[in-house]
């Protein structure tokens, strides 16, 4: 085994959706839509896989199917209100992930920092162990919200002091996670400017995971920190068209950023996956077309997604205040954090586990009750996994008969 490997080999996804498949009758766990992607967009893969075109079974471009890097220049140099050349500013990956994994490997040198704020979506820790970084934590604190009001993902705040004092000559970047999965926090404009000020200030790079840039909801609007002051020159942004097109499966995903830094970004992608599926790069190419014809207009998925998802989360939110499961009130993603402690009488803690009590929590619950969820404590490093040990993750992108299943669920326990 090779030492880069060493200490990154559990994943929370391989065990818990093995755990979801083997016990779950109600799975609200692995963050995946279980309605379909639209039909624009089945339509398009459809027409991509057995129209005339028959060019597109086979490889495409390396950087990017050439309609899709278009489009995404053209959908988003419009959002950005930045010119954006789709051959040398756009990338197009493997899903976010592998956009992720770009990154790391183009821009992290052994020794070198990079600042995670907690809780964080898991891979980016090993991610950078694994280019021979060091990750620093720098934790999201929360505040006790306004008597009898339930916790907002707002209460989830930086302290700005502890942020500055993460920064120093070896940092190399910050990874940045709005909306962020797992809390469904939106970070404020005063929040990003206060990282974009570090950025600039110690000269370092700001991947920026939006891969929930659509899902925001009760009017929060989700500001990019490459638009600000300084930022697009030192800023990675990565998407998901799993995200933004309830589609994780197809695995498309995209970087954007200036072509300083895109250009070592491709010196990875072309020596490990060269490029991704065809059809399904050419499909998403489609669907971003018919996004830019409806551009702000209701019938835009991007405007009936978070409608829908909205909705959803309402749904959850009461079901789990119900029965005192408290739910900290997501601004935006499709992932709702509730505090079990009110539980807690059903999962005796067993004082010399090392395992967090929320994973033997959640383990319990998939086992007993057949209710699927993610533990917290799967979002912090190891160092800080006990420092947050009774929440759980549920994901809400489910059909109303999944949502209404978990409710019967909760409701005949409590
Ligand atoms: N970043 C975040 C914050 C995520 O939640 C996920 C999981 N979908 C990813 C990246 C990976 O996205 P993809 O499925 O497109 O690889
Ligand atoms: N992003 C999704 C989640 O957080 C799925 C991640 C995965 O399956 N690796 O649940």
């Excluded at 995200?243 to 992608?269: C, E, Y």
């Excluded at 057949?370 to 979002?379: D, E, H, N, Y």
């Amino acid at each position: 085994q090779a030492r880069r490997l060493e200490g990154i080999d559990k994943n929370v996804w391989v065990e818990f959706v093995k755990l979801a498949a083997t016990y779950s009758t109600v799975n609200l766990g692995q963050g995946f839509p279980d309605f379909p992607p639209p039909d624009f967009l089945k339509e398009a893969f459809v027409r991509a896989l057995t129209g005339e075109n028959h060019m597109l079974h086979q490889y495409t471009r390396a950087f990017g199917h050439p309609p899709l890097v278009k489009i995404l220049a053209q959908y988003f140099g419009k959002l950005l209100g930045q010119d954006l050349d789709p051959m040398t500013n756009v990338m197009v990956t493997v899903g976010a992930y592998q956009a992720l994994f770009c990154c790391f490997q183009a821009f992290v040198d052994e020794g070198d920092e990079v600042i995670i704020i907690e809780p964080f979506f898991d891979c980016y820790e090993p991610m950078v162990k694994m280019a021979g970084g060091m990750p620093v934590f720098v934790p999201l604190r929360p505040k006790a919200p306004k008597d009898g009001k339930l916790m907002s993902s707002a209460d989830w705040q930086l302290d700005p002091a502890e942020l500055a004092s993460k920064f120093s000559e070896r940092t190399k970047a910050i990874v940045l996670n709005s909306p962020n999965n797992p809390l469904g926090k939106v970070f404020s404009r005063g929040e990003l400017e206060l990282i974009a000020d570090l950025c600039v200030k110690h000269d370092v790079l700001c991947i920026s995971d939006e891969v929930y840039e659509w899902l925001v909801y009760d009017g929060k609007e989700h500001i990019r920190i490459a638009s600000l002051q300084g930022m697009w020159d030192r800023t990675v942004i990565i998407g998901s068209a799993g995200k933004t097109f309830s589609a994780t499966g197809w695995k498309v995903g995209w970087t954007m950023g200036p072509n300083r830094l895109l250009q070592h970004l491709r010196t990875v992608h072309q020596n490990s996956v060269y490029h991704c599926a065809t059809v399904a790069q050419e499909a998403v190419a489609q669907g971003f077309q018919r996004e830019l014809e409806l551009y702000g207009k209701p019938e835009s998925y991007f405007i009936q997604l978070p409608k829908e998802l909205q909705q959803k989360r309402d749904w959850l939110v009461q079901s789990l205040d119900a029965v005192g499961m408290k739910p900290i009130v997501p601004e935006g993603t499709y992932f709702l954090v509730a505090d079990i402690s009110e539980f807690k009488s059903d999962v005796p803690d067993v004082a010399d586990s090392d395992e967090p009590y929320d994973s033997r929590f959640a383990k319990w619950m998939v086992k007993n009750k057949g209710l699927a969820a993610i533990p917290l404590s799967a979002f912090y490093c190891g160092a800080h996994k006990n420092n947050y040990n009774h929440f759980i993750r549920f994901c809400f992108a489910k059909e109303e008969a999944t949502l209404k299943a978990a409710n019967d669920i909760l409701q005949k326990w409590k």
